[in-house]
């Protein structure tokens, strides 16, 4: 009995011997602990404290799998055996520390199953040109149409408009989605960083993201105390002076942020002292393009409080713009209008102006193994177009209030959007989420264009990832999406009245004066997608995304009739349009090896039922309206490839981009055209020196450059053949350390040799109108 009770003793003594504690912290590479970081550490999970300290009690001896992830960081994981109580110090590396080199952005899947690219600030004011839609176009697979100097709306992948979402803390920008004229508004100064996103990821965005998502991100959590920065920028083409201040104070829990930005811009500069447009030459006196200068103001404010369970973040902003049209490119072009006044700074007509007011509002409840998401956000997108009264139709007479506004959209939209985040085991994650959206438009002007209507919309999705090896991830994704959509009627009796003086026969007249059909009409659709990433080596990883896509029709697409001034053509609407929908593939590889990096992506879009513009074939009754186009279905499809790769060698460093775009419309005739906006083939090889330190200049980088384009012959019809190009940049900058005070420098000259060259996706590429010719700008940022 003593024998049978020593061995149970000993047996039971052994078994609390065995309990061991596993504890760490969790730091960044600057040594600052990470709260909130989430420690995996096989069947069990806990978040860090306050401190970034974790701590697993009584575990058994043997080998465990530990997995450490946080907000903002890219995820570190090892096998940890286990035969003793340890203490742990965990490292993590910021998202974009991981994959970006200097300035130069670059592909990340790591541990995600889709396309994504990460850009941080640094990337954005070392790129910065004018606009964020423009200073993103040098990211391999994005483009920008541009209008003028200072506005832009991005593209990618050949795909923009409302095929492609933009995203401020999670709420979808609302306006760029419009006519090639409406700008991005958001500001470039400010912006804190950039998620491009490709593949599954989107199917939490919205059913109009088939290109992929743009998402802006400015609730970075700041660093404890008061932060501030100051970067200002000049560029001679436009004589453009840029001001940006960021501030930002962080007491314990609550967080405050205020930014503001403000540019001024003269009209710029071509390097052609003529252009050609609709036979017509008219001289440009010194290359200037009379009447595009303008003026920009931003201002934004944040307040925050976080804790270990809670987060809660209120946004407020407000982006104006107003800048000037080329005389030529609104209306008939005339050879008196492209005249200098004297001024190079003056706002004359016609002209734009723009005021972007935004709330957004985000709190997050999170416990260890769960999450609630929380996003609302309100914007009024209010554009007007200013020219002085003028008319096709005689009978028509100056309003009496405001004579000279021609267009006036007032675009309203409430954003609300619920989700919620399980980490059910080690290696799976569900997101449920519901979306909702309400948006109205109201008009005035005495031009019509866009009809009046309301929308509503309400969207679920769900995803899941799951981690089932080591080196495979796979995420799934579904969405439903219902929308109701009211479009007001419009009968213009003034262009009814003008064609029946004309002689036009009642029911022609009555066709073309029914400028907007009154309609009601219902939408539904459910989304699928699919990816997997698979660690291939150490050095090598792949990623694979399949997912179907859709998008409702809008407004001006089913219901619009007259001639779109900014498109030079008459359009109609057509009521019996179909859901847009097709199907998206992406396939990635991501090599890394010391000092080389490579990304390659192919991918494919194929449409069953593609939304464009199909000429007639008849010409339009109203005065200088040319052929009908009206809104038809087809199939269509885009394919294509895109190449980055970076080397460094020793004080070198090398970068090499290539982009190549495909695209079609298949229809049923066999007559198969081009879609519009087809970025031509495209590339970037850029060299970078790093010069020896100084004294007084430090991180001294010398770079070199060329920008190429091949010929754009594969046009849509209505477009122009676009000649191909290259073009030549070079840059220097450095840090200047002086007694503490370390203000970073950079000075570019962009088209070193004045080429002239044409960009296929400019507004003023109708026009005949080239891109910039030398271009000097300088860019100073000053922390504090």
Not at 433 to 454: H, K, R
């Amino acid at each position: 009995m003593r024998l049978l009770l020593t061995i149970v003793l000993c047996m039971f003594g052994y078994n609390v011997f065995a309990q061991h504690q596993l504890q760490g912290v969790v730091k960044n590479i600057n040594g600052e602990t990470i709260p909130n970081s989430h420690v995996d550490l096989s069947s069990n999970c806990v978040d860090t404290d306050s401190s970034g300290i974790f701590t697993f009690n009584n575990l058994n001896s043997g080998t465990y799998t530990l997995k450490v992830s946080a907000n903002g960081y890219g995820i570190y994981q090892e096998k940890i055996v286990l035969e003793q109580s340890k203490q742990l110090t965990i490292v993590l590396q910021e998202e974009d520390d991981e994959e970006t080199l200097e300035t130069i952005v670059i592909h990340t899947a790591q541990q995600k199953a889709y396309n994504q690219q990460k850009i941080t600030q640094n990337y954005l004011q070392d790129n910065y040109s004018s606009s964020l839609a423009k200073t993103l176009s040098n990211v391999v697979g994005l483009d920008a149409v541009t209008v003028g100097s200072q506005t832009a709306k991005p593209m990618m992948r050949g795909l923009g408009f409302t095929r492609l979402a933009v995203t401020e803390n999670g709420i979808k920008q609302e306006g760029q989605q419009w006519g090639a004229d409406h700008g991005l508004e958001i500001d470039a100064l400010t912006t804190e960083s950039v998620n491009v996103v490709k593949g599954v990821g989107t199917i939490t965005h919205g059913s109009d993201a088939i290109a992929g998502v743009i998402e802006v991100n400015n609730e970075t959590i700041p660093t404890e105390g008061f932060k501030g920065q100051y970067a200002t920028t000049a560029q001679s083409v436009n004589k453009s002076w840029a001001n940006g201040l960021n501030l930002s104070y962080k007491n314990n829990n609550h967080f405050y942020k205020f930014k503001t930005s403000y540019s001024t811009f003269a009209d710029f500069k071509v390097p052609v002292d003529e252009i050609t447009y609709l036979g017509t030459k008219i001289p440009l006196t010194n290359g200037t393009m009379v009447n595009t200068a303008g003026n920009e103001f931003s201002v934004y404010g944040q307040w925050g409080y976080i804790n270990d369970r809670f987060q809660s973040i209120l946004s407020i902003s407000q982006f104006q713009n107003k800048s000037g049209f080329f005389a030529a490119a609104h209306g008939i072009p005339s050879v008196d209008n492209a005249k200098p006044d004297g001024n190079d700074r003056n706002i004359g007509m016609p002209y734009q102006q723009v005021n972007h007011t935004k709330v957004t509002y985000h709190a997050k409840w999170q416990n260890t193994h769960d999450a609630w998401d929380f996003k609302l956000g309100f914007q009024r997108n209010h554009r007007q177009e200013y020219s002085f009264f003028h008319t096709h139709y005689s009978n028509q007479v100056p309003p009496e209030i405001n004579p000279d506004l021609e267009l006036d959209f007032k675009l309203n939209t409430l954003n609300a959007e619920l989700s919620y985040k399980k980490d059910w085991l080690l290696d799976h994650t569900t997101v449920f989420g519901i979306q909702n959206q309400y948006q109205t438009n109201d008009i005035s002007g005495y031009s019509y264009l866009m009809p009046e209507y309301n929308r509503w919309n309400v969207g679920v999705f769900g995803k899941h990832t799951w981690n089932f090896a080591t080196d495979w991830n796979l995420e799934l994704g579904a969405r439903y999406d219902v929308a109701h959509l009211n479009v007001s009627e419009y009968f213009d009796e003034v262009l009814y009245d003008y064609l029946i003086e004309k002689g036009t026969a009642d029911a022609d007249a009555q066709t073309n004066a029914q400028r907007s059909m009154p309609l009601s009409k219902d939408f539904s659709r459910g989304n699928v997608a699919f990816g997997v990433s698979y660690q291939i080596s150490e050095d090598w990883e792949s990623t694979f995304t399949a997912a179907s896509n859709f998008r409702f029709p809008t407004a001006m697409e089913l219901s619009s009739n007259g001639i779109h001034h900014g498109a030079f053509r008459h359009e109609q609407g057509n009521q019996n349009l179909d859901v847009e929908k097709g199907w998206a593939f992406d396939l990635s590889q991501h090599f890394h090896k010391n000092n080389f990096k490579i990304n390659a992506s192919a991918y494919l879009y194929y449409f069953t039922n593609y939304i464009f513009l199909k000429p007639t074939g008849t010409f339009s009754i109203l005065p200088h309206g040319g052929q009908v186009y009206k809104y038809d279905q087809s199939k269509a499809m885009l394919t294509g490839l895109e190449v980055d790769a970076q080397y460094q060698w020793n004080k070198f460093g090398f970068q090499a981009q290539a982009a190549y775009l495909y695209n079609k419309q298949i229809s049923d005739s066999g007559v198969d055209y081009p879609l519009p906006f087809s970025t031509p083939i495209n590339g970037q090889f850029n060299v970078q020196y790093y010069l020896k330190d100084g004294s007084l200049l430090q991180q001294n980088q010398f770079q070199v450059g060329t920008k190429t384009a091949l010929q754009q012959s594969r046009i849509a019809r209505g477009e122009e053949v676009t000649p191909g190009y290259t073009i030549a940049n070079t840059q220097f900058s450095s840090v200047l350390n002086f007694k503490g005070f370390k203000p970073q420098i950079r000075l570019q000259v962009n088209n070193v040799f004045n080429t002239v060259y044409y960009h296929h996706n400019s507004f003023y590429r109708a026009l005949d109108i080239p891109e910039f010719g030398r271009n000097i700008q300088i860019f100073i940022t000053i922390p504090f």
